[in-house]
């Protein structure tokens, strides 16, 4: 089956700064889902990205799908944004990465 | 708040137990999904039901038994599960090739 990997795999960050999470898949995918776990559980969809770039607020994200890869960029960190980001494509059912826990320190 | 809703938030149910976990969505998806995660770990996927048929059986152990009555709901029958089948179960949702949107999830804990 289709493989995907995301690095880092620990972030650590102090307040206000950015960071760029990857995700590489194996194979030629039909789309490509960011989500976020927060540490209570709950899983929200960032962006539904199957390729190109997308902006919402201080989050966006890019894929490039000939080259097989995902990036999310999260600018400004704060706090709220600690939790766990999942990349997940879909290629006939949808397949979740390892994921990045990310850790925003005040 | 979500739009998917899952019941209970909690179960504790033991080993020769028969308990179900609910889900309902009324943004009119067609494609329904259960998931299991386990701590620290991805969610894995269990099933996928497309247009109220099971379209995904991801070869999930048959004491877990998915049921689709209609459009907006999602059972997840459990049975003579196992202390390993212990783990948070994640309902989701979509239109077809859309954005998938997860319920807040199910804390399973058999003993």
């Known amino acids: 089956g289709i493989q995907v990997e995301q690095s880092p795999p620990d972030l650590i960050l102090q307040e206000g700064a950015n960071s760029t999470l990857r995700c590489n898949f194996s194979?030629?995918?039909?789309?490509l889902q960011w989500f976020h776990q927060n540490p209570w559980g709950q899983l929200i969809n960032l962006f539904y990205?199957?390729?190109g770039t997308k902006q919402n607020g201080r989050l966006s994200a890019t894929t490039v799908a000939t080259e097989r890869y995902s990036l999310l960029y999260i600018s400004s960190s704060q706090t709220t944004d600690s939790g766990v980001y999942f990349c997940a494509v879909e290629r006939g059912d949808m397949r979740f990465g390892a994921g990045t826990r990310l850790t925003v320190k005040p | 708040d979500t739009e998917v809703t899952q019941t209970p938030k909690h179960l504790v149910m033991g080993m020769t137990n028969k308990k179900s976990l609910k889900c309902e969505q009324h943004m009119g998806h067609r494609a329904m999904y259960w998931y299991k995660q386990k701590a620290k770990k991805p969610p894995e996927l269990m099933f996928v039901y497309s247009y109220e048929k099971l379209s995904i059986n991801e070869s999930v152990p048959s004491r877990f038994s998915p049921e689709c009555p209609n459009s907006s709901l999602l059972n997840l029958h459990l049975h003579a599960l196992q202390p390993e089948d212990s783990a948070l179960y994640l309902c989701a949702s979509s239109f077809i090739n859309s954005p998938l949107h997860f319920g807040n999830g199910t804390r399973l804990t058999v003993t």
């Open positions: 194979d030629s995918v039909n789309n």
């Open positions: 990205i199957p390729s």
